[in-house]
């Protein structure tokens, strides 16, 4: 037996797509094809089959994370020589090896070892103390790294694990914690230099054994107030040093961070204060993940990421005009139940918004008589059923919409550079809207001006069933010119649909059913189908949609001329 690692295929483009469901268990024995976990990109939900067939001894996601092309699934146990199954391990090693935390490296290498701290070979140190070097610990590589921040200035009082520098290298920021308490005598590096293991940092001048150092400051049990305490740690020889040491340290002073913020009484690092500085991030908003709650840089990070992704009211406010709908406790008036919307309804509703706020809608309403395609589309029933295929009225739809963009290839277009060009497209791809139990996809339906009716319906089908499934790749709901959101047999009379930008234009088709219908004579039963066409009105005027309806409605009432 020999064991495999099965990864992210080919997912037309999509990065960081979401696992929102694991399908299989450790375990479990799976064939070739067999969906292993599900994704959700920004556009579409999609399965990741396993290319092996064996059993699942190890599954390397969870749901949640966040994966791109190539990432590692699963591990199957499959039947095959030794040797597989030694170059396989090795490889899963090493895999391991890759992607382990690198904030698990950082917690040893600022760890410093004994033997980091050094006694110089002279020292002139006032009787009761002794100067003591510190150098670079051992940071996991033997790489130079860069020193990105001095946490120290001559003349301050450390205490013991008080950060002295910050190192950074390709992967993480790490501080170098003080071995001893004492005063800053001498610092031997500026910002901006590399360093490697053994590099000399600075002189500290420490109580002799037994004796405590002088300005130590008391130890507090909380991780806050012990940070907001050595924080505050005066600076009280740098005037007195300033002849020997021209170059100021570039650190800011403690006493200046706790009286700008509050956020002083936070348990975070220089480093991670000075990001927060320069993001505009007060701390004390953030939740750290570190140990004993302290704030890592990776905190800070996702807080921001998470504050530019969604609108705060202030944005919503002064950025579009419209003020932001307050939040209201329902529960006060009376049980209540709260689910969390998937993903793929969050999307919707943002294009949605995005797509209203920026476009000038305007919709038109007309009827077509298909009471003829009705007749001609029953008697092909059985046609349909050799055929092994079923023939809807969204075939003749899409027919009948690509034969009127051709004479009106103004809906087709799309407004590039800022609104001064309009691209007119030389291909009729054709969207048409799928409810799903997930949400509302896209797929597109490519070159339907080059197919016959009998394509488009097998194509319709397909593309109906790899939204419901879940199947829609990314590149399957993009490219379309134009799109039809047809609610059949759902119901209602009529709805104003909201354009699929940068299209310019959506046709939304409602419920058919028999009318009497006067021709001048007396009252017919006819079989009359309710459209409404939304548009882009920069684009398109009144006289272009109403053009382009009563033609479409033309075509639908004689299905003749779209031979013509």
């Known amino acids: 037996m020999t064991t495999a690692q099965v990864t992210v295929p080919d997912i037309g483009g999509a990065e960081g797509a979401e696992v929102i469901e694991v399908l299989v268990a450790v375990g479990d024995d799976v064939v070739v094809d067999q969906g292993l ?34 990432a590692p699934v699963a591990l199957i146990e499959v039947a095959d020589a030794k040797e597989s199954v030694e170059e396989s391990e090795g490889d899963i090693e090493q895999s391991d090896i890759a992607d382990a935390d690198p904030g698990e490296n950082d917690a040893k290498a600022v760890q410093p070892p004994e033997e980091t701290i050094e006694q110089p070979e002279e020292t002139t140190s006032a009787p009761g103390a002794s100067k003591q070097l510190v ?41 170098v914690p003080s071995p001893l308490a004492g005063e800053v005598c001498e610092l031997l590096v500026d910002a901006g230099i590399s360093v490697s293991q053994g590099d000399k940092l600075m002189m500290i001048k420490g109580a002799l054994s037994g004796e405590p150092a002088a300005a130590e400051p008391e130890k507090s049990d909380s991780p806050s107030v012990e940070a907001a305490e050595t924080a ?67 905190d800070l990070q996702q807080f921001v990421k998470q504050a530019l992704s969604r609108p705060s009211t202030a944005a919503s406010s002064t950025g579009s005009g419209i003020p932001a709908v307050p939040d209201v406790d329902f529960s006060q008036f009376g049980p209540v139940k709260v689910t969390k919307r998937n993903r793929l309804e969050k999307l919707t ?82 969207g048409m809207a799928v409810d799903t139990p997930a949400g509302l996809v896209v797929p597109v339906i490519r070159d ?43 119901g209602g009379s009529g709805f104003t649909p909201i354009v699929n930008t940068p299209e310019v234009a959506i046709l939304g088709v409602s419920n058919a059913e028999m009318r009497p219908v006067w021709n001048g004579e007396s009252f017919l039963p006819r079989k009359m189908l309710p459209l409404a066409l939304s548009y882009d009105h920069r684009v398109i005027n009144g006289g272009d949609g109403g053009r382009f309806l009563s033609h479409l409605v033309r075509l639908l009432g004689d299905i003749r001329q779209l031979l013509m």
């Open 135 to 175: 150098v670079v610990p051992d940071i996991g590589t033997d790489d130079a790294v860069e020193l990105i921040e001095v946490c120290v200035s001559v003349g301050d009082t450390v205490a013991e694990g008080d950060s002295l520098v910050v190192l950074e290298s390709d992967k993480a920021s790490m501080e």
């Open 232 to 298: 505050a740690a005066p600076v009280s020889q740098e005037s007195a040093t300033a002849e020997k040491n021209p170059s100021p340290a570039p650190g800011p002073t403690a006493q200046a961070e706790v009286a700008a913020s509050s956020s002083a009484n936070v348990y975070a690092g220089p480093a991670v204060r000075k990001l927060a500085r320069e993001f505009g991030v007060g701390l004390q908003q953030v939740k750290g993940s570190g140990p004993k709650g302290r704030v890592v840089k990776e």
């Open 349 to 430: 509703a943002d294009n949605m918004q995005r797509s209203w706020l920026n476009v000038p809608h305007v919709t038109q309403f007309d009827e077509a008589d298909i009471t003829e395609l009705e007749a001609f589309r029953s008697s092909l029933k059985s046609e349909a059923e050799q055929r092994d295929t079923r023939l809807t009225p969204m075939p003749f739809l899409l027919k009948a919409c690509s034969v009127a963009l051709r004479e009106h290839p103004k809906l087709a277009s799309s407004l590039a550079a800022g609104g001064d060009e309009l691209v007119f497209k030389q291909y009729c791809h054709i």
């Open 448 to 490: 339907v001006d080059q197919k016959t009716i009998w394509q488009l319906a097998d194509e319709v089908l397909a593309m109906a069933g790899k939204a419901r499934d879940r199947k829609l790749a990314p590149s399957d709901m993009k490219g379309g010119c134009f799109t039809i959101s047809s609610l059949g047999s759902i």
């Open 37 to 70: 976990i599900v994704l959700e990109s920004d556009k579409a939900s999609m399965e990741i089959p396993s290319t092996l067939a064996g059993k699942v001894i190890e599954l390397l996601v969870s749901e949640g994370e966040e994966l791109a092309e190539g």
